[in-house]
């Protein structure tokens, strides 16, 4: 006989595991949501464009996808490393709160190149 024990695993954190939980679904939610705005953001961008405004249809299209784009990829990298965190039962729930914000500057980024796409007619 060696002597040698089995290596102890951490103790489930189970206020951690079901904040994280709650927050992860709340960060679904939202993400769902962002990511409707944006594509309303592709579909209805360019309603001023023509009559009272000049429009770079690129610069538009390009923001609409940076936020679709980055919405969702926040959001998978935040769930994928929330589970991981909680599998190796370290503290996890600051991963969907970080998410939420990161989803929220993504959509605002996109938004803000899609914006810069419409200039009004100077008149």
């Known amino acids: 006989m060696t002597g040698t024990a089995a ?14 939980i ?3 679904v709340l960060m ?5 949501a962002l990511a409707f705005f944006a594509f309303l953001l592709l579909a209805f961008g360019g309603d001023s464009c023509g009559a009272s405004a000049t429009c ?3 610069v538009m299209t390009t923001g609409a996808f940076a936020a ?3 919405v969702v990829l926040v959001g ?3 769930l994928v490393g929330a589970i991981v965190m909680l599998v190796l039962r370290r ?28 200039r009004p007619l100077s008149g």
């Open 7 to 20: 290596p102890t695993r951490r103790p489930v954190i189970v206020w951690d595991l079901v904040l994280t």
């Open 22 to 24: 709650v927050l992860l």
């Open 28 to 32: 679904t939610v939202g993400g769902l």
């Open 56 to 58: 770079d249809y690129d």
């Open 68 to 70: 679709i784009g980055g």
């Open 76 to 78: 998978l990298v935040a």
């Open 91 to 118: 503290i996890a729930f600051w991963i969907p709160l970080a998410g939420i914000v990161l989803m929220i500057a993504a959509f605002w980024i996109g938004a803000s190149i899609s914006g810069s796409g419409v």
